[in-house]
């Protein structure tokens, strides 16, 4: 498994990372609280942020659990303000909540978009609204929303998860350029990683060879390929990217 964490960058930074219950949110926080920050986790399943909480605890890590639900405008303003008063203070936040459904174009029904858009996009934006406000007027910090390549060109993914990833990728540039440069604002864009999201999709009949094809790199992703370049987002060492949707893909978009 690979894994890119520089001990000791993100020392003394409060990391907030949503969807943390499992799959790559899990990882991310994983690998923020191994940078040593102080990493608070959220997700609806309180249960799987206190197996988190151990885990990081075991590592050394300072862990707050914040349960709740981000398609619920009511519950992310309450989630907001628990990490915030924390520690006095959020650095880092990671959107990487996430919903998808695999309906195809003529079966979608407006509530599956509903969830859809709810979750991936008017989740991470009033998240962002809510910790950002209060990072602009604070010691500013970065923003990484976990995207997709499905973003960018066409997948296997369903019509409204590429469409609401497509959204987040914009809403990544917009606020780029709106809070700049207290804040910056950067997205990643992972292409198959086996995660609870996609494990049944993937081992579907051909879908997993049809992913492996395409993939120059010749495997799926894990979860590691991705913490490793949020990492890297939201240290010192990318102080000068902002507004951008870095690709964590193996290689597909490059044929
Ligand atoms: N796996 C892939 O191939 C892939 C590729 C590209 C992008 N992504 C993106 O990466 C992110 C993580 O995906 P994953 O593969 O790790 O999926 P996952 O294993 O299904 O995890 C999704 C996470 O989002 C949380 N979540 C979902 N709905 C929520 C809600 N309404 N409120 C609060 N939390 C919610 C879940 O927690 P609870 O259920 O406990 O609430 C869970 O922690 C997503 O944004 C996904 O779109 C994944």
Do not use: C
């Amino acid at each position: 498994m690979s894994q890119y964490v520089p001990a000791g960058v993100l020392d003394g930074k409060v990391a907030v990372v949503s969807g943390a219950s499992r799959g790559i949110g899990r990882a991310i926080a994983l690998a923020l609280a191994a940078a040593g920050a102080s990493v608070v986790g959220m997700a609806r399943t309180a249960s799987a942020l206190d197996d988190l909480g151990d885990e990081a605890a075991a590592g050394g890590a300072d862990f707050l659990a914040v349960p709740g639900d981000l398609s619920d405008v009511d519950s992310i303003a309450d989630m907001a303000a628990a990490s915030w008063d924390w520690k006095g203070h959020v650095d880092v936040l990671v959107n990487a909540a996430g919903t998808i459904v695999r309906s195809e174009v003529l079966e979608v029904t407006p509530s599956e978009w509903d969830l859809v858009f709810a979750t991936n996009v008017r989740g991470s934006f009033f998240l962002s609204q809510a910790l950002g406000g209060k990072m602009l007027a604070g010691n500013g910090g970065s923003i990484v929303n976990v995207a997709s390549v499905a973003a960018e060109v066409t997948t296997g993914a369903s019509a409204p998860y590429s469409a609401s990833k497509a959204a987040l990728v914009h809403l990544t540039r917009v606020l780029s350029i709106r809070w700049a440069p207290t804040i910056r604002v950067n997205a990643v864009g992972p292409a198959y990683v086996r995660t609870e999201l996609n494990t049944e999709w993937l081992d579907a009949g051909e879908n997993l060879s049809w992913v492996v094809e395409r993939t120059p790199l010749g495997r799926v992703g894990e979860p590691a390929d991705v913490a490793g370049a949020v990492v890297f987002l939201a240290s010192p060492a990318a102080a000068y990217i902002t507004g951008q949707h870095l690709l964590i893909d193996g290689g597909w978009t490059a044929q």
